[in-house]
């Protein structure tokens, strides 16, 4: 029998090597074991932290942010010493791009004579139904008509008898020379003829939200056509956005075929340089009316839209007044650039975080010198309410300023996500 050690020796080939490896296998989960105890006592503080951050921070950081303008006040510029026009005639509204310049009895109505013509123009142009190259006929009966008109003190355009006359050149015989009954032939070729036409103008005067014109003919003829300086200049800068409608109301003179050269009614085309139209306007109901525009010459600047209604007296002072009114507006009239990455606002977010808030694009104002500035701000999604644009606002005339996208601390944005 052999010896104890022996037994050992002939035996440790087979079981030495087994019992090494499942002592190391032993081994490695004890130290697996140790190093995942702390580990995890890691994990489980990291989670009760995260978990009181989100009751304390997480609040905080949703807070809605209180925006705040650090931009300058008020338009730079005084008009101390420049008085406007004084003694003003008739109901009187000067406007640079819906800020009001000058303003007496703007919402007062009046009798709007041939001013209404600007209407009638603009439902041609805009209605659908009226295509520039179409013709209309003249007949026999719409000359005799004419002819009775201009017997008794209306203005016309006289067409020859059975001539066919474009709707282009009807807008010139409209709007020139202020032909009342071109109006009417206009009216006339309209789907449903002059009653439909007018129920158009009106209907568009409510869609327009121009809540003081109230029309019942196309030439305004009738007293019944009434409106106020407010509405009419809105109605002026919507029609003047339309390339026939503008071109043709800056067009001293016309050639028409089988009339011969007509003119513009509105003097101020050769008078006041920068004027580019409008319309002139009388009967005795009425008064004088006038409307009309002008772009000062100064890059980028606003159009003048301007009205007078109602004014006594003749043409000249109406012109005369339309003209210093003119020249005041365009002194009265202040330019503010923001040039692009500037600071026009501060947002201070949740967690007392304080964020600049910079214009993404060059911006240019106008309005009246001295007038304030107002900024409205625009939030957006993310991060909740921030905003991602504002308005300015001169005035009623609200100018868009696009913000650039501000650059938060990573802290802040894990806040917000909690």
């Known amino acids: 029998m052999p010896s104890r050690k022996t037994y050992d020796q002939a035996e440790g080939p087979f079981r030495g090597p087994a019992r090494t490896r499942a002592s190391r296998t032993v081994q490695k989960g004890q130290r697996r074991r140790r190093l995942l105890r702390p580990l995890a006592r890691t ?46 005639a008739g109901k009187v ?8 310049l000058v303003s007496k009895d703007a919402t007062r109505g009046n009798a709007l004579a041939s001013v209404t013509k600007i209407m009638t123009a603009y439902i041609v142009l805009t209605s659908g139904h009226y295509r520039l ?30 001539s066919q006359v474009s709707v282009l050149d009807m807008l010139y015989a409209l709007l020139l020379p202020s032909g009342d009954n071109i109006a009417d032939l206009l ?20 869609a327009l939200g121009l809540t003081s014109l109230h029309y019942v003919d196309p030439s305004g003829l009738g007293p019944r056509d009434t409106g106020d300086a407010q509405d009419i200049v809105r109605l002026t800068a919507l029609a003047l956005k339309n390339p026939t409608f503008a071109r043709i109301v800056a067009t001293k003179s016309w050639t028409l075929p089988g009339v011969g050269t007509v003119h513009n009614l509105n003097v101020l085309l050769t008078d006041l340089p920068g004027t580019v139209g409008v319309k002139t306007g009388w009967t005795t109901a009425s008064g004088r009316n006038l409307v009309w525009a002008n772009r000062p010459r100064i890059p980028g600047s606003p159009l003048i839209i301007a009205a007078i209604l109602g004014a006594p007296g003749g043409f000249g002072p109406v012109f005369n007044e339309a ?17 692009k990455g500037t600071i026009v606002g501060e947002a201070t977010l949740g967690l007392g975080l304080k964020v600049p808030l910079r214009a993404a694009r060059t911006i240019t104002l106008w309005g009246p010198k001295g007038s304030p500035i107002h900024f409205r701000w625009i939030p957006q999604a993310s991060p909740p309410g921030l905003p991602g644009r504002a308005m300015a606002l001169v005035g009623a005339t609200p100018v868009p300023v696009p913000l650039l996208s501000p650059k938060l601390p990573l802290w802040y944005r894990i806040a917000v996500t909690l």
Not at 324 to 337: E, F
Request: net charge positive; hydrophobic share 50%; proline share 9%.
């Open 323 to 339: 003209s210093a009114l003119t020249s005041y507006a365009k002194v009265a009239l202040g330019r503010l650039v923001i040039p």
């Open 93 to 100: 509204l000067v406007e640079a791009e819906g800020t009001p």
């Open 187 to 206: 009216a006339a070729a309209y789907p449903g003829g002059e009653g439909a036409f007018v129920a158009a103008m009106n209907a568009k005067a409510r």
């Open 133 to 162: 190259t179409q013709k209309i006929p003249i007949t026999q009966a719409e000359v005799h008509e004419a002819q009775v008109m201009l017997l008794a003190g209306d203005s016309v355009v006289i067409f020859p008898t059975g």
């Open 43 to 88: 994990l489980l503080v990291l989670a009760l932290i995260l978990i009181l951050a989100t009751l304390l921070l997480g609040p905080k950081a949703h807070k809605a942010p209180v925006i705040a303008s650090t931009f300058p006040k008020q338009v730079p510029g005084s008009l101390t010493s420049t008085p406007m026009p004084s003694g003003l």
